[in-house]
């Protein structure tokens, strides 16, 4: 019954369990009047999902492509750029979400005058930048969420240690919020700039 299961494990590639869906993102660096700056978007209003939100270029990783192809497919898609147009830099720390996603993050620089950026008004309704210094000098700032168990009437209680006194352990998911010129930046973008600024300033 299980004379194949060595060719299965061989032949398995792993993943972090719970994850359902795989995105990747683009932290895109751009020189402006000498300084270094990390550029956003703002989703068009239109879109189903998040419209409004500000965030870094991205999306789905679709089947048999790269972590990093999709991110770079992404914001040529939504900033009408060429590969040629980026420099990929380099991977930082993937984030795990709340929802089972795991989104990986990249950084690269846009090779293109901000000024010259023509977005796909399909799926961004405007596109800025933040000198990195200011988030050097401006941390975010942070909330937590508490989260708890919601169980059913029909929950196994009897089938665990303590039944119903069982020490369910909360967790605490921070939510961070940056504010520059009228622009929130919060959520999980706020999570990516953080651990972006936190790496370079180490």
């Given at each position: 019954m299980f004379d194949g299961f060595i060719d299965i494990i061989k032949n398995h590639k792993p993943n972090t369990k719970g994850v359902r869906r795989e995105s990747s993102v683009l932290?895109?660096?751009i020189k402006r009047e000498g300084s270094w700056h990390l550029l956003y978007e703002k989703r068009a209003l239109t879109l189903l999902t998040q419209p409004g939100e500000i965030c870094f270029p991205g999306g789905a990783i679709e089947d048999f492509?790269?972590?990093c192809d999709a991110a770079i497919r992404e914001t040529c898609e939504e900033l009408n750029l060429t590969i040629a147009d980026i420099e990929l830099i380099g991977q930082v720390d993937s984030i795990m979400t709340s929802f089972d996603m795991i989104i990986?993050?990249?950084v690269?620089?846009?090779k293109v005058p901000f000024e010259?950026?023509?977005f796909s008004k399909d799926e961004v309704d405007a596109i800025f930048t933040v000198p990195i210094q200011h988030f050097l000098d401006h941390p975010p700032e942070k909330h937590l969420l508490k989260s708890?168990?919601?169980l059913s009437d029909d929950f196994p209680f009897e089938s665990i240690p303590n039944g119903k006194d069982y020490n369910f352990k909360a967790s605490h998911y921070p939510v961070l919020?940056?504010?520059y010129k009228g622009m929130t930046i919060w959520g999980l973008t706020a999570r990516m700039t953080e651990q972006f600024i936190q790496l370079i300033s180490d």
């Open positions: 932290i895109p660096l492509e790269h972590s990986h993050c990249y690269g620089i846009i010259k950026i023509e708890t168990f919601n919020f940056y504010v």
